[in-house]
DNA sequence: AAGGCGTGGAA
DNA sequence: TTTCCAAGCCT
């Protein structure tokens, strides 16, 4: 028995019952939930993804509508410049592919926001292709189990997709049922603070496990932090022009945080970012919101 | 190739 | 309270 098939044995009797897994659900769902769930935990994705399909049930639903509507559906979900992409994404799609996602890889990994993990997530899960799919649960199962390292490190594309190539089945339909249970044992079993060994499958042939559950060695690297950044500061920013329709002016802006440098230079980088735009010298909208020929550059 | 980029919940 | 973490992408 293969590591590969211990966890699809342990996948088909535990995994999570998640809309953008059901049988009828379509490429553009699995591509919605893929970016949704790049750093945003399931239980918050779930209701916004079941909002977003039944408003956007299809790539060029979601193209023929400005990115502003796409921010404010994004909500609190985080990193909304996602939202934007994914907005993009659905434009590209109808120009580029006539509204179908992409099968081909290569196609997938030309879109806005869809990288390395995201592209080889939705060939495989959505069109059942074979390839190695590493997600930060992939990498931290894998080196546990057969490196016996309790983390792993910093993400390398090339090198994780290659061990991850090795353990994969040879034919496209089990490599990719492989590749979902390995991510769902990270998720649920193999997590990163408190893993579950009693639960897991790979009990007996785990590399960390066998050694003892041997604790990192050096110090962690730290977190970045959050309160008082700049991005705290655009997501102030971003919150109320999610809740308001029209023009917002610079004074209202103004209220939301005191430091006039780093508010200026965090509404400057959202400009930048194109996630708003500046309606004359002093008001601002989300995205699209602008009416045609009155959006001003700085 | 480190670091920027949101948000909320659990420990 | 603070820290850490959650299916990354982009520059």
Redesign the pocket.
Known sequence: MTLAHEAITWYDANARD?PW?QPDSTPWGVLV??VM??????V?VEPAWRSWMTRWPEPAALAEDPPSEAIRMWG??????RAM?LHACAVAIVERHGGRVPSDLDELLAL????????R?VATFAYGQRHPVV???VRRVVCRAVEGKPDAG?ATTTADLVAMEALLPPDAPTAARASIAF?EL??IVC????PKCVDCPFHDVCAWRLTGLPLPEGP?R???R?AG????V???L??VLRHTSGPVPRQRLDMVWQDEVQRARALA?LVEDGLIETLGADDFVLAGDAPQGEIQTL
């Open positions: 998640l897994r939930s893929e769930l790049q750093q945003t935990p399931v918050r609190r979900l985080g990193y909304p410049r992409r806005p926001g869809v990288g390395t993990y995201t592209g997530a997600d930060t649960n910093p991510m990270g998720a997590t990163a603070r408190s962690s730290k977190p970045q959050y950044t700049d991005r705290q655009r997501g102030l971003l919150e980088g």
